[in-house]
């Protein structure tokens, strides 16, 4: 895989540059005395991985301090480190090199972001999630309004209409923001990878954890009921299908419910023409008790048929 591009300091933006930022020397604490922050951007740790940073870190130690802030009362909470602190748990180690640096919740949240994002084995869930978070910072908002800021912008432009100026303004601060991060433009972020965040939670949850491709997942996605959807999904997975290959079988499925619907409404109709038919020679209409009855039923069907599509 090829290596990922570092994004570099000067681009977090409103974030002071981190060699400008108070810090503390270098030091070693003990371990107990660093928590992870309430908010963190990364779900899930690839266990082959992560063994093999657990058996680096036996040998070796942390060779790479913990980036923390301090929290007051001696404790420090993590910024940026957290495979390097899980590895030193799980070996036992008593004590972490650590670099303190005096941060704002913002400043350590849109570090903790962009750490995320220079991941090598950054999946594309987790990449939207982050990004999703920094523009969300960017314009002092939060997600949905990202995702509302996006949106108007595209409805604005179908419609050849003129954007109100705060919005104007936030859209151009979310297109610096994307610039920075590189990949995106604020059109190919929503078209690309809002909709990834839509997908059902079994294929969020494969996506995460780098078993599946983005463009399988999509395709995937497409299957409506579950349990064929997981079972396509788990043939993906297991055989490796191509892209190709489980777009025949989501074909297949979609064929199969196709048949199904059209022999169901064939089979509804046929019941009310006969029902039709009866009741042309039938004597329910001299029966005073069941008139009652057939009214109501009539009156049902007829306000089915008037609804709505």
């Known amino acids: 895989m090829a290596r990922r591009k570092p ?22 604490v003990a371990i107990d005395r660093i928590q992870l922050p309430k908010k963190q951007p990364r779900r899930y740790f690839d266990p082959e991985k992560m063994q093999q940073l657990v058996q680096s870190v036996q040998e070796h130690g942390i060779l790479e301090p913990l980036l923390v802030r301090p929290l007051g009362n001696n ?44 991941r090598e084995d950054l999946n594309p869930v987790e990449e939207t999630e982050a990004i999703l978070e920094l523009l969300a910072i960017a314009i002092e908002g939060d997600t949905t309004d990202v995702v509302s800021i996006l949106n108007r912008a ?18 151009k601060t979310i297109e610096t923001t994307l610039s920075g991060v590189g990949r995106f433009t604020p059109e190919s972020f929503r078209t690309s990878r809002l909709p990834l965040l839509n997908l059902p939670d079994d294929i969020l949850q494969a996506l995460r ?14 299957i409506k009921d579950e349990q064929k959807r997981q079972q396509v999904l788990e043939e993906a997975i297991a055989q490796n299908l191509s892209l190709a ?16 619907t059209s022999s169901t409404q064939h089979s509804l109709k046929s019941v009310l023409d006969n029902a039709y038919r009866l009741s042309k020679r039938s004597k329910v209409w001299d029966n005073p008790k069941k008139q009652k009855r057939l009214e109501k039923l009539l009156t049902e069907l007829e306000n089915l048929f008037s609804e709505p599509e």
């Open 75 to 118: 404790s420090y909470e993590l910024v940026a480190g957290e495979r390097r602190l899980r590895a030193a748990q799980t070996v036992g180690l008593g004590e972490v090199p650590i670099v303190s640096k005096e941060l704002s919740d913002k400043e350590a949240l849109q570090i903790a972001l962009m750490e995320n994002l220079q």
């Open 154 to 171: 595209n409805h604005a432009k179908n419609r050849e209409q003129e954007l109100e100026e705060n919005v104007f303004l936030q859209l």
């Open 7 to 28: 994004l570099p300091e000067y681009q977090l933006n409103n974030v002071r540059l981190l060699d400008e930022l108070p810090t503390q020397a270098g030091q070693s």
């Open 209 to 222: 954890q780098g078993k599946l491709e983005y463009t399988k997942a999509r395709a995937i996605a497409r």
């Open 245 to 260: 290959q489980i777009k025949e079988r989501v074909a297949s499925f979609k064929a199969s419910n196709a048949e199904s």
